[in-house]
């Protein structure tokens, strides 16, 4: 899948290091949290990112400049005992690239690709003091079905699913 928004090409990315160690390194831009994280730190996430999306029916997009930077990503893959439902685990955008539309190309991109393949419903979460997340989920026909409170991260997660048509 190639595509294209804006002055950004839209490619799929292959679940390998090589490829996912771009969307790793971006992630840790994205994130403020992430941002000074030590080098072990990084390749432990990155490690993660390919067990992640490895032995699964996944989706890993990227946007890129013309001059072949990522500047965003989204990652899924199917889950449920039938893989009728897609988990849309990671996304981001670069802080020099929002508010251009990127996250919701992407997004209509990821569902558009789970609808060609029968996929029935999108489930996401989002932190709640991620308003920005928020807002763009509920917009692109998202409901809340409720949240969760992990001890290993701050904060509430809002669960978030889609029906697709």
Same mark, same amino acid.
């Given at each position: 899948?190639?595509?294209?928004? *804006? ?12 490829? !996912? ?13 992430? !941002?000074? &994280? @030590? ?9 993660? +990112?390919?067990?992640?999306?490895? $032995? ?5 997009? &990227? ?11 989204? +990652? ?13 685990? *990671? ?14 190309? +992407? ?20 932190? $709640? ?11 692109? $026909?998202?409901? &809340? +079905?409720? @949240? ?15 029906? *697709?048509?």
């Amino acid at each position: 899948m190639t595509g294209r928004h *804006l002055e950004y090409i839209i490619r799929e990315l292959p679940a390998t290091h090589d490829a !996912l160690r771009l969307v790793a390194a971006l992630h840790h831009e994205v994130l403020p949290s992430r !941002l000074h &994280a @030590s080098e072990d730190s990084r390749a432990k996430f990155l490690d993660e +990112l390919v067990d992640g999306l490895n $032995g699964r029916e996944h989706l890993a997009l &990227a946007a890129f400049t013309e001059e072949d930077q990522p500047v965003a990503y989204k +990652l899924g893959y199917l889950t449920g005992n039938r893989h009728e439902r897609f988990y849309s685990w *990671l996304g981001g955008v670069h802080p020099f690239h929002r508010r251009k539309g990127l996250a919701r190309a +992407l997004l209509r991109a990821q569902h558009e690709w789970a609808r060609k393949r029968g996929i029935r419903t999108i489930e996401t979460q989002a932190r $709640g003091d991620n308003a920005g997340m928020l807002i763009l989920n509920l917009q692109e $026909g998202f409901q &809340a +079905l409720g @949240s969760i409170y992990a001890v290993d991260q701050p904060g509430v997660r809002i669960i978030l699913r889609k029906p *697709l048509q």
